[in-house]
T-cell receptor
């Protein structure tokens, strides 16, 4: 069975640009969460989506937004990129919203120059 | 601010010995706790989840939870060089998962 997939694997952008990251959950999983991980830190929670609705939001600016599609895949959008947005962006899926066992995708490495 | 605290390490353990990783959390109402393993350059991989006080064993791994002390630990028996990685402790709080910074574990051959 395929695990969580994310695209692209690597991305280089310049300050002020916009980026869209994509995630497909494990088949049958309905909840997707997004995390940002900078070097030397644990993943920081950005969003959780379940049944196309936002169920949780972390302490990130409004430049960060996301959505979930009817097939449960998800996109994370970041506008007006800053140097500090350079990080590994991780998507995790779980069966249900209340199911906290989350399984991570390989991540997207974003570099902002 | 609710937090999960871990010693960043590195923790060096001889091959074949028991590695003990510790974690504390600040939210008294947290009910779900997780240990993830993360190899350098890779994404976190779920090792164990634990929800009740006491021990939970899975192969060479044992998770221990003490809610009164707000303490979670992970024991790795018969440590192998392939266990060298960063171990992330996580706790559910306010309907989201909070991660610690991770402990780097180095198994000495």
């Amino acid at each position: 069975d395929a695990g969580v997939t994310q695209s692209p694997t690597h991305l280089i952008k310049t300050r002020g640009q916009h980026v869209t990251l994509r995630c497909s959950p494990i088949s049958g999983h309905k909840s997707v969460s997004w995390y940002q991980q900078v070097l030397g830190q644990g993943p920081q929670f950005i969003f959780q989506y379940y049944e196309k609705e936002e169920r949780g939001r972390g302490n990130f600016p409004d430049r960060f937004s996301a959505r979930q599609f009817p097939n449960y895949s998800s996109e994370l959008n970041v506008n007006a990129l800053l140097l500090g947005d350079s990080a590994l962006y991780l998507c995790a899926s779980s069966l249900e919203w209340a199911d906290n066992e989350q399984f991570f995708g390989p991540g997207t490495r974003l570099t902002v120059l | 601010q609710k937090e999960v605290e871990q010693n960043s390490g590195p923790l060096s353990v001889p091959e074949g010995a028991i590695a003990s990783l510790n974690c504390t959390y600040s939210d008294r109402v947290s009910q779900s706790f997780f240990w993830y393993r993360q190899y350098s350059g890779k994404s976190p991989e779920l090792i164990m989840s634990i929800y009740s006080n006491g021990d939970k064993e899975d192969g060479r791994f044992t998770a221990q939870l003490n809610k009164a002390s707000q303490y979670v630990s992970l024991l790795i028996r018969d440590s192998q060089p392939s266990d060298s990685a960063t171990y992330l402790c996580a706790a559910e709080t306010d309907d989201k998962i909070i991660f610690g910074k991770g402990t780097r574990l180095h198994i000495l051959p």
